[in-house]
């Protein structure tokens, strides 16, 4: 099966067998860290500086293919420290917060202040809650969208288009929501005086390189790959959590494995790509335990015929046709369109 056409039935007795086969994966290993580092680090920075004379040489609009390449390394720099936010990159507690600082000032995401958030999104994914756009898409289900204003659902209907939710809000995630003090967690505090001090730095760095490199030239070369990293990331998290036959329950019903195993995909792409983007793909396992490593996922589910057998595989075509999973219908437990929506319930039990 290399494609979600429905949910697929998993046996509570195996559901509880599924935490103590992950756990084995969840020693960090130094050796597989470091070579994960270098080869994500080292070929950013020599694509980032190819960009730089190709840009001096022939424009900013010759050295976009190299972009989207570096793009994918700027995945695995997030990656690594999206591991070092769950404290499973390495063994040591320091050196884990350390690299992950280190790699914020590269993904422009700061480590501290969206560390909180993600770990929201861990400890509260797929509830039915009233903060559900924390560490997460914000998703209306089909009774919310019958019940708002015209003017909500207008807001909402334009906040799911493929042009906003992959065009749009990439780069306001990136240079905006990243930037400003509005995380609405009890920490809040805490987290504002570590985003300021991140902020500060950036500048500082960002601001040398612009003074040596010229600030138009640093512009043609970061924005490009910023933003196409953008784009990806927000693709697999979308594919990730907004899937077709995907689990979502009121916070009281939430069961965390099932959320983990058919509330996360597996994406099924080649291995390659998976490389490129730092095993993220192999989702349901990193929500079933986020500590194993990231380098450590794909053994996990290769030696793991169980872990096989419960994920909800997503191919990359079938993943265009998310794309038009808007609501989340209660009663037929699944994603549906607008279209959909406005077929079965009606447009006269609507606001517009």
């Not at 050196?95 to 861990?122: D, E, Q, V, W």
């Not at 799911?160 to 990243?178: E, K, Q, T």
Request: aromatic share 16%; charged share 15%; with cysteine.
């Amino acid at each position: 099966m290399t494609a979600i056409h429905k949910l697929i039935p998993i046996d509570i007795s195996i559901l509880k067998e599924l935490p103590k086969i992950a756990n084995k994966y969840r020693l960090p290993n130094t050796k597989k860290a470091i070579i994960q580092l270098c080869t994500s680090v080292l070929p950013y920075i020599a694509l980032w500086i190819s960009m730089y004379f190709m840009v001096q040489e022939w424009g900013w609009w010759r050295g976009i293919a190299v972009a989207v390449l570096n793009a994918f390394f700027l995945v695995r720099i997030f990656i690594i420290q999206h591991d070092c936010w769950h404290q499973s990159f390495l063994s040591s507690h320091k050196a884990n917060n350390l690299i992950g600082k280190i790699c914020s000032f590269l993904t422009f995401i700061p480590y501290t202040y969206r560390s909180a958030g993600h770990s929201f999104h861990h400890n509260h994914a797929n509830k039915l809650r009233e903060f559900r756009d924390i560490g997460d898409l914000y998703t209306m289900t089909t009774q919310e969208f019958m019940d708002a204003s015209i003017w909500k659902k207008t807001w909402y209907i334009i906040f799911r288009s493929p042009i906003v939710m992959f065009g749009i809000i990439p780069i306001r995630y990136i240079l905006f929501n990243n930037r400003l003090p509005l995380a609405r967690l009890p920490e809040k505090k805490k987290l504002n005086t570590s985003l300021i001090s991140n902020n500060l730095i950036t500048i500082v760095l960002y601001g040398g390189i612009g003074y040596f490199l010229g600030t138009h030239t640093l512009l043609s070369v970061q924005l490009p790959i910023l933003v196409i990293f953008g784009t990806i990331a927000i693709w697999f998290f979308y594919i990730q959590h907004q899937h077709e036959f995907g689990y979502k329950a009121r916070k009281d019903k939430r069961e965390y494995i099932r959320s983990a195993v058919q509330g996360s995909t597996f994406y099924n792409l080649p291995k390659r790509m998976h490389w490129l983007t730092g095993n993220i793909g192999y989702h349901h396992i990193h929500h079933l335990n986020a500590a194993i490593p990231s380098y450590e996922l794909a053994n996990c589910y290769n030696k793991e015929p169980l872990l096989q057998e419960v994920a909800q595989k997503v191919g990359f075509w079938e993943s265009l046709r998310f794309t038009w999973c808007h609501l989340w219908d209660e009663q037929q437990q699944k994603m549906i369109s607008f279209w959909k929506y406005y077929k079965i319930y009606g447009k006269e039990k609507s606001k517009i």
